[in-house]
């Protein structure tokens, strides 16, 4: 599939099919012209990125191969992803994993929600963002989307 103009391409580090086609859906009724590219794990994950850069990166915790934590800090080891915003997606609520997120240089932290309509409502904040313009490195305590 060929990206038009106006199509953001994302990239979705995600291990469970369900939790993509939620993601999708979601996507959908936002009407967010987009392009889903989706690394079922973390080794997937620097393969597609050198493929090509994506607009905003979504990366799950929980992954085979390489875990989101351990991809954050590769990520921000390498010059070549300054500029590649970064939200962390995933099932996990723990203190550690916000804190370890955070401090690895995720510019977000998106809890899984219970439902459709707070998936939706969580990644309108995310793409209220203007990604393309600016790195947004909130504080600690606005740095989990709510």
């Known amino acids: 599939m060929s990206q038009t103009n106006n199509e953001k391409d994302i990239l979705l580090a995600e291990d469970d099919n369900d ?15 987009y392009q889903l590219r989706v690394a079922a794990n973390g080794d997937l994950l620097f393969v597609l990125l050198k493929e090509r850069m994506p607009h905003l990166l979504f990366l799950d915790i929980h992954m085979p191969c390489k875990d989101g934590v351990a991809c954050i800090q590769e990520l921000r080891q390498n010059r070549a992803y300054d500029g590649l915003p970064v939200v962390m997606y995933t099932s996990s609520n723990a203190k550690k994993h916000i804190e370890e997120s955070f401090r690895g240089g995720a510019n977000m932290y998106l809890a899984k929600t219970n439902t459709f309509g707070e998936l939706t409502d969580k990644l309108k904040k995310v793409f209220a963002v203007d990604w393309a313009n600016y790195m947004h490195y909130p504080p600690a305590g606005e740095f989990v989307i709510n």
């Open 19 to 33: 939790d993509v086609v939620l993601f999708e859906m979601a996507m959908k009724k936002l009407q967010i012209p």
